[in-house]
């Protein structure tokens, strides 16, 4: 028998049982990747993740990302919050302000603000341009008149998890939007890639947003941290938000599935030249052991 033992901890929360909860297995080197996805899929969270050691001395951890079904290269709730628990049960000094996780899409640099509940920052990979996508026929799926979304062609991203993001006129609209999918099915075309649908209405902190991502099997996220960096990018290239190095704001998800998730994002160089980070607080719910 093997014991496993994992942490639950809430993310882009101070609050607990709201943000996007997270499991993580802090001892997973004697498991293989089958065993690793029969576990994403028990906990049936929108990911867990298990940490191994290093490869990249460069790094402190090696961090493997399951949602309940598919492994991902690279996600935002899962980086910060493992980098939380690591940081909390000592594998990190406490005085560590910057370090690297290893990941399937490379190392990712994280960096600690601390206070007296510290924030952890993570630097977006590199975002790469996909698509445009017709504003109609992304209304359909949504469920959503045309007049409803922006005059701005929605558009893929990518920083390591595919996304379209679809900016809609209202918070209201944003709530009403749902996608199912047969409906994600009108939207992927001869696109055999599955990616997820982001949409959001600018707000007068940042953006009000949802996402949604049925064929990774997460019907909705309540926080998305990889896709949190391509939306301030593509805020900013459409004149939603200032490009200014400097530049803050902070994206509000969840909500309308009553796990609100406060996601800050910080703007280094114009348009991002010098990083696009994505911060959060993290909230510590449970831990437990695992018998396999």
Known sequence: MTLLPYRVVDVFTTEALAGNPLAVFTQASEIDEAVMQKIAREMNLAETTFVLPAENLDCVARVRIFTPKKEMIFAGHPTIGTAFVLRNEGVLPTNCESFCLEEKVGPVQIWIEDAERPMIWLRTPPISEGQFYNRSSCARALGLETDELLDIQPQLLDAGNPTLFIALRSKEAVDRAWLEAQSMSTLKEDKAEPFCVFVFSPTGE??????????????????????????SLFMMRNRLMTGAS????????????????ILHVRVAGDHGADGIYVGGHVTSIAEGTMEL
């Open 206 to 231: 940042g953006a009000y947003s949802r996402m949604f991502a049925p064929e990774y099997g997460v019907p909705e996220d309540p926080a998305t941290g990889s896709s949190t960096g391509p939306l």
């Open 246 to 261: 400097g530049t803050r704001f902070i994206s509000e998800q969840g909500t309308k599935m009553a796990r609100r998730s």
